[in-house]
C-alpha cells in the first residue's frame, strides 16, 4: 500500500490567515492525489482531485499544487467555515488511501 | 442529487456479522461509469476503504478485510450492501457509503452521512 504522511497533524490558525497542509506519499503517485474536508459529525467533503483541480462549488482560495510524491493544499483568507479536519487521498495504486488528517483548529 | 444513506444496526456484538445497507437516490446504480463503496473511519483515525461493487457485480476489496467482507447489490431497490464476518471491537468504527467514477484517478465525489457502528457485548 501506498503511505500516507500528513503534516502538521493539527494547527491553529485565525480567520484571514493563509494556511498550508502537505501530503507525502510512500511511493510516487504522479498527480493521483485528491484533498477532502471534514468538519465533526459530518462526512469528508471532496475539495480538490487530480492535485490541482478544483471540485465544483469549492471557493477559490483552496489551492492545490504538486506530484510525485510531495503534495501541498493551500487555504488562503482562512474563513470560519474552514475549520475542520483535511485529509489527502491517493488513488494510484490499490487500494486507495487515506492520509491521517490535519486538524485546521481557530 | 446523488445521495446516499447507510442503515443498519449500531450496535454488533463479537464475532458476530455486522451488515449494511445503502441507499442511493438521484442515480442508478445499474448505469455503468461508477463504483459504489464502503469506506470506514476509525475512531479518531483516518479513513479506510473497504472495497467496492460495479454494475456488473464485479466487486473489489481491501487485501487487509478481504477473507471477512462481501458487498453486493439489489438493483430494483438501487441500494447495496457490506457485510463484515466475525467482528470485534477493531471494527467499531463509522461506516461511509459513496461514489467514486471509474478511472484511474477519480475521487470519492459523493457521500452519505454515515453510521456509527460500536462492535459490543
Known amino acids: 500500500d501506498s503511505q500516507m504522511t500528513q503534516t502538521p497533524s493539527s494547527l491553529s490558525a485565525s480567520v484571514g490567515d493563509t494556511v498550508t497542509l502537505t501530503c507525502r506519499t510512500s511511493?510516487?503517485?504522479?498527480?493521483?492525489l485528491n484533498w477532502y474536508q471534514q468538519k465533526p459529525g459530518q462526512a469528508p467533503k471532496l475539495l480538490i482531485f487530480?492535485?490541482?483541480n478544483l471540485a465544483p462549488g469549492v471557493p477559490s482560495r483552496f489551492t492545490g499544487t504538486g506530484s510525485a510524491t510531495d503534495f501541498t493544499l493551500t487555504i488562503s483568507s482562512l474563513q470560519p467555515d474552514d475549520f475542520a479536519t483535511y485529509f489527502c487521498q491517493q488513488t494510484y495504486t490499490s487500494p486507495p488511501t487515506f492520509g491521517q488528517g490535519t486538524r485546521v483548529d481557530i | 442529487q446523488v445521495q446516499l444513506k447507510e442503515s443498519g444496526p449500531g450496535l454488533v456484538k463479537p464475532s458476530q456479522s455486522l451488515s449494511l445497507s445503502c441507499s442511493v437516490s438521484g442515480h442508478s446504480i445499474s448505469r455503468g461509469g461508477y463504483y459504489w463503496s464502503w469506506i470506514r473511519q476509525l475512531p479518531g483515525k483516518g479513513l479506510e476503504w473497504i472495497g467496492y461493487i460495479y454494475y456488473s457485480g464485479e466487486t473489489f476489496y481491501n487485501p487487509t478485510l478481504k477473507s471477512r467482507v462481501t458487498i453486493s447489490d439489489e438493483k430494483s431497490k438501487n441500494q447495496f450492501f457490506l457485510k463484515l464476518a466475525s467482528v470485534t471491537a477493531t471494527d467499531t468504527a463509522v461506516y461511509y457509503c459513496?461514489?467514486?467514477?471509474?478511472?484511474?484517478?477519480?475521487?470519492?465525489?459523493?457521500w452519505g452521512q454515515g453510521l456509527l457502528v460500536t462492535v459490543s457485548s
Open positions: 487530480a492535485a490541482s
Open positions: 459513496a461514489r467514486v467514477e471509474v478511472g484511474h484517478a477519480t475521487p470519492f465525489d459523493y
Open positions: 511511493q510516487t503517485i504522479f498527480d493521483f
